[in-house]
């Protein structure tokens, strides 16, 4: 009986931590769909406004003319295309997001679904184990309940913390992956700077768009990761920032940046990725730690529990 109702309540008390992390979670990406959909919006109008620029500077105007007789026309003509040009790679990057983000809603409201009234089979579980502490006649029986459960309640964070140290993992390869790409585009930048001609420039911007698909890859990643750690950062203070992550949308298009600024921009992105890359190596390590002194803590939870039964 007491059995039962022990692995019963256990199972549930998991299920109701999965509810409250799921629901956390969900917030948490409705909150960023909010955003990613003002950021939408906000990027529709400047494009509108980027595109009537250069149809303005095309067509025939006086201060066309003007540009024309100074011999800047075409140089302005180029500039403003570039900013379209760059509007749209933003928009473009913000739009896979929101689709990213409605993915992972539809997951975790349809995984919500599946677990169903949770609190209900919890209240029953515990109004039948407490009429069974109440009708025991042996004292050890409500020490030896309320050490199973801590037992549960354990075992349930240890998880929480396995989950979000599997998560940062793959946050890792992905910046790794990063680094490798811009690695290869710095050196090919180099050897584009002393004269590298186009197969070099060509190898480049490759290398280059290798690395921004590594990046938001990688946001990807950071993004499931800091949701993983909302569960656990109420007991364990780690934090990760994925606002400030690399924005790529207006990066490295040709004509916008002669070379030398465009290696500086790959070494900056580099730093970024290290950077990030240490931050979620500290988390991970911490997370680890967490979890080592939880073994410790449910080694002494069992020892209590085969002393009360070797007692009783």
């Known amino acids: 009986m007491v059995d039962r109702l022990n692995e019963e309540l256990i199972k549930v008390k998991a299920d109701l931590r999965k509810k409250n992390k799921w629901q956390n ?6 909150r960023e769909r909010t955003e990613i959909d003002s950021i939408i919006t906000n990027l529709k109008k400047q494009l509108v406004e980027e595109e009537k620029d250069v149809e303005k500077l095309e067509g025939f105007s006086i201060s066309g003319v003007f540009l024309a007789l100074k011999g800047s026309k075409e140089e302005k003509i180029e500039k ?3 900013e379209v040009i760059a509007v749209q790679l933003e928009l473009q990057e913000a739009e896979k997001t929101k689709k990213e983000l409605d993915q992972a809603l539809t997951e975790l409201r349809y995984e919500l679904e599946k677990l169903g ?3 209900a089979r919890y209240q029953q579980l515990f109004a039948e184990k407490e009429q069974y502490i109440k009708q025991s006649n042996n004292s050890s029986a409500a020490v030896l309940v309320q050490l199973t459960e801590q037992e ?3 075992k349930a964070y240890m998880v929480e913390l396995n989950e979000a140290i599997k998560a940062g993992s793959y946050v890792v390869e992905d910046l790794d992956s990063a680094h490798a790409s811009l690695d290869s585009a710095a050196n090919w930048g180099t050897f584009d700077m002393f004269g590298g001609g186009a197969i070099s420039g060509i190898a480049k911007h490759g290398h280059i768009d290798d690395a921004t698909a590594a990046i938001h890859k990688a946001q990807t990643s950071m993004r499931r990761f800091q949701k993983e750690l909302l569960d656990v950062e109420e007991e364990l203070d780690v934090q990760i ?5 690399l924005k790529f949308a207006d990066f490295f298009l040709d004509g916008i940046f002669v070379d030398f600024m465009v290696q500086n921009r790959i070494n900056e992105a580099r730093d970024q990725v290290s950077y990030k890359q240490a931050e979620v190596e500290r988390i991970i390590r911490d997370l680890e730690r967490e979890v080592d002194a939880n073994k410790k803590i ?3 939870i069992r020892k209590d529990r085969r002393n009360v039964i070797e007692n009783a």
């Not at 920032?241 to 992550?245: E, P, R, V």
């Open 25 to 30: 979670q969900v917030t948490d990406y409705e």
């Open 152 to 154: 549960g309640d354990t």
């Open 80 to 82: 403003e295309k570039q």
């Open 298 to 300: 449910l080694e002494e």
């Open 241 to 245: 920032d994925i606002s400030g992550m």
């Open 117 to 119: 009234n949770v609190e």
